[in-house]
C-alpha cells in the first residue's frame, strides 16, 4: 500500500522475488498522499544517490514505477478505504471492491501539516499551496509568502524565486530548523526576506489570497502583508488513520515497528517509508526500508509452510 520511494522499492523486490504484488497507489491530488508520495511536490532532487546532476522528484518516481511494473507489478489507481488485518489472508477494501493479501507492506508515507485557518482551507488552491512544484507556475511576477522554517519551506522558497517578485519567509521563531546550506543559500537570495517571531492568524482575500495577517508573538502586535499566494510548508504528519485499532501506532500517529526490522504487531503485515519514520525521512531511506520490507515479507512467506509465495491475489470482488 502506497508509491512513495518505500512502497515501489518493495513492489520492485517482490516482483523480482515473484510474489506478485499489487500496489494500491493512492489517487491523483494535490496533496502529499497521491501517487509517487512526496517527490511529486518537490523539484529536483540533488541528494538521491546516482544522480550526479540531480532529478526531478516526479521522474524519479515515474523511473521507480515503470521498474516495478517492468517485474509484474500491478497497479490499483485509488485509495485503500479500509483494511481487515484480524485474519489471514489479509483484505484491503478500495470502496466496494475487496483484495485479499497474503502478507501486506504499508508504505502510505505522510502528509502536509496545516495551519488549521478556515481561510487558509477555503482557499487552497486560490492562492493557498503546499505544492510549490505544482503551483510555483501561477504566481509570476507577485510576492508569495512561505510558512515554516525547516528545510522543506526554504526549499519552497528558494524554488518560488524563479516565478514570485518576492518571497517572504515566514517563522515563529528566531532560528531556523532548515539544514546549514540550504539558509545558506536562502540567506544570499535577494528575492527572500524572513519574517522571524511571527506566526500567520488569517489568510485575506475573498475569491483569491490577497494577503496574509500576521501576529508577532514577541510583541502581539499585528499586521497585513500583501501576498497573492501563499505556500505551507510547516512538516508531515503519517497517514495511518486506516489502520487504527489494527496497527500499533506511536501518540504522533507513525507505525511501530520492531527494531532492525519493518514488522508491525500483526505477523505477515510489513511497514517501510515515512509511514513508520519521523527521524530520516529521505527518500534513500524510504527506499532502503521498502527493500527491507520486501525482504522480511519474503521470508516471512517462507516461513509459512501451507502459505504459497504470493503477496496478492489476482484483483477480485469480495
Ligand atoms: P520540519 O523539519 O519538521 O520543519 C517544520 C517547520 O515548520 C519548523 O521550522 C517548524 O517550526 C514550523 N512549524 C511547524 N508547525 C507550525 C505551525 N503550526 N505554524 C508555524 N510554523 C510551524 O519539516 P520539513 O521542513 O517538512 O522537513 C521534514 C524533514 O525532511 C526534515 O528532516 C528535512 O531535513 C527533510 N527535508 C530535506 C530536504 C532536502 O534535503 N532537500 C527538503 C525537504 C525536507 P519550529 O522550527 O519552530 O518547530
Not at 524519479?60 to 511494473?69: G, P, T, V
Amino acid at each position: 500500500m502506497g508509491s512513495g520511494p518505500a512502497g515501489l522499492t518493495a513492489a520492485i523486490y517482490t516482483a523480482r522475488a515473484n510474489l506478485r504484488p499489487l500496489v494500491i497507489e493512492g489517487e491523483p491530488s494535490s496533496t502529499s498522499d497521491q501517487p509517487g508520495g512526496q517527490l511529486m511536490l518537490t523539484t529536483e532532487v540533488e541528494n538521491y544517490p546516482g544522480f550526479v546532476e540531480g532529478i526531478m522528484g516526479p521522474e524519479l518516481m515515474a523511473s521507480f514505477r515503470a521498474q516495478a511494473a517492468r517485474f509484474g507489478a500491478e497497479y490499483v489507481t485509488a485509495k485503500a478505504t479500509r483494511v481487515d488485518f484480524s485474519s489471514r489472508p489479509f483484505g484491503i477494501w478500495v470502496g466496494d471492491e475487496g483484495y485479499r493479501a497474503r502478507s501486506v507492506i504499508v508504505s502510505t508515507g505522510a502528509r502536509s501539516l496545516m495551519l488549521n485557518l478556515a481561510n487558509e482551507q477555503r482557499l487552497l488552491g486560490h492562492g493557498v499551496s503546499t505544492c510549490a512544484t505544482c503551483d510555483g507556475f501561477f504566481f509570476r511576477g507577485v510576492p508569495i509568502a512561505v510558512i515554516g522554517g525547516g528545510d522543506s519551506a526554504l526549499e519552497e522558497a528558494i524554488f518560488l524565486t524563479k516565478f514570485a517578485s518576492k518571497v517572504t519567509v515566514i517563522h515563529r521563531r528566531k532560528e531556523l530548523r532548515a539544514s546549514k546550506i540550504m539558509q545558506e543559500r536562502a540567506f544570499r537570495h535577494d528575492k527572500i526576506e524572513f519574517l522571524w517571531d511571527s506566526t500567520v492568524i488569517d489568510v485575506l482575500g475573498e475569491s483569491s489570497v490577497t494577503g496574509v495577517r500576521v501576529r508577532d508573538v514577541i510583541t502581539g502586535e499585528e499586521s497585513d502583508l500583501p501576498v497573492v499566494g501563499l505556500f505551507v510548508a510547516i512538516g508531515h504528519v503519517p497517514n495511518t488513520d486506516l489502520f487504527k485499532g489494527q496497527l500499533d501506532m506511536e501518540d504522533s500517529g507513525y507505525l511501530v515497528t520492531q527494531p532492525g526490522s519493518t514488522r508491525t504487531n500483526v505477523e505477515g503485515v510489513f511497514a517501510s517509508g515515512d509511514v513508520q519514520d519521523h527521524v530520516y525521512r529521505q527518500a534513500i531511506t524510504a527506499a532502503g526500508s521498502g527493500c527491507m520490507a520486501a525482504i522480511d515479507a519474503e521470508r516471512w512467506l517462507e516461513s509459512q509452510l501451507d502459505a504459497p509465495a504470493h503477496i496478492a491475489q489476482t484483483p477480485r470482488n469480495w
